[in-house]
């Protein structure tokens, strides 16, 4: 069974350590550079920690409410109570099959008044099944800001 646990400050020294993960920095560049940028992550955002099976977190799920300019931009009727969603797990962790899918199931679950929405550059295979197993559908393209280079696929649960 996979667990998650809502992120405290006593995992701190943990997220360090996701964040540091290069394929993690890679597919999420920028979030967190200080201790300042952690507690205003950790206050921000809605955090659960991908727990192993003696509870210590090896991964996470976030819920973010998303900004107007990207609302703007999605192929949505009902614009209302809108939050993104994204997860990391660190490179040594990747060879449990199914893990990220488990959490991400479990945490939308606690949110079923949330309309979840998902972004994934095109490459990122890995990602994208996570969101098709987890009950997510494919709305279209966007750019995420304004000026990116690519357009990520949009999905929503």
Known sequence: MIRTKPFSKID??????????????????????NEKDLEEWLSDNIVY???D???NIIGFVQLYEMWDTLISRLPLVNKKNLYEISFALPTK????????????????ALYPNFQIVAFSHPENTKSIRVLERSGFTFLGKTKYHGNDRHENLVYKR
């Open 12 to 33: 701190k020294a943990r997220l360090w350590e996701i964040e540091k993960d290069p394929l993690v920095s890679q597919k999420m560049p920028g979030k967190i550079k």
């Open 49 to 51: 920690g991908i727990c």
């Open 53 to 55: 099976p003696d509870n």
């Open 93 to 108: 962790y990747r060879y449990t099959s199914g893990l990220v899918t488990s959490a991400v199931r479990e945490v939308c």
